[in-house]
Nanobody, 127 residues
Framework: QVQLVESGGGLVQAGGSLRLSCAAS????????MGWFRQAPGKEREFVAA????????YYADSVKGRFTISRDNAKNTVYLQMNSMEPEDTAVYYC????????????????????WGQGTQVTVSS
C-alpha cells in the first residue's frame, strides 16, 4: 500500500477556490485508484470524488459535481482536488484515500475498499 499526505487546506470565503494535494509514497502509486472523502463535525465520512488508476475515469458525489475536479499526476505521485465555487457546506476535514486493490476496474471507491488513508486537512468555508 501507499502512504498519503494531504496539503492545501485552509480558510476561504464562499464562492472562492482551493486546491488540495495528496502526495503518495511508493513506486506503485500509478496502479491505485485514488479518492477524496470528507467529514464534517457530527457527520459521517462521505465520498467526494475518485479517479481510476489510469486517470481516464472520474466520479463525483452529486453535491460537488460541476464545482470540484479530481486529477492525478502519476509522475509526481500526487492526486489533486480543485475546489471552485465553494460553499459553507463544504466545510470539513478532507481525506485522501487509495483503493486497497491495484488496477481496480471501477472508479467509485466505497469507504470499505480503502486501503490507505491520509491524515486529513481542514477546509473551512466562511459565509
Amino acid at each position: 500500500q501507499v502512504q498519503l499526505v494531504e496539503s492545501g487546506g485552509g480558510l476561504v470565503q464562499a464562492g472562492g477556490s482551493l486546491r488540495l494535494s495528496c502526495a503518495a509514497s511508493g513506486r506503485t502509486f500509478s496502479s491505485y485508484g485514488m479518492g477524496w472523502f470528507r467529514q464534517a463535525p457530527g457527520k459521517e465520512r462521505e465520498f467526494v470524488a475518485a479517479i481510476n488508476w489510469s486517470g481516464l475515469s472520474t466520479y463525483y458525489a452529486d453535491s460537488v459535481k460541476g464545482r470540484f475536479t479530481i486529477s492525478r499526476d502519476n509522475a509526481k505521485n500526487t492526486v489533486y482536488l480543485q475546489m471552485n465555487s465553494m460553499e459553507p457546506e463544504d466545510t470539513a476535514v478532507y481525506y485522501c484515500a487509495a483503493h486497497r486493490r491495484t488496477y481496480y476496474i471501477g472508479t467509485y471507491i466505497n469507504p470499505t475498499d480503502v486501503g490507505s488513508w491520509g491524515q486529513g486537512t481542514q477546509v473551512t468555508v466562511s459565509s
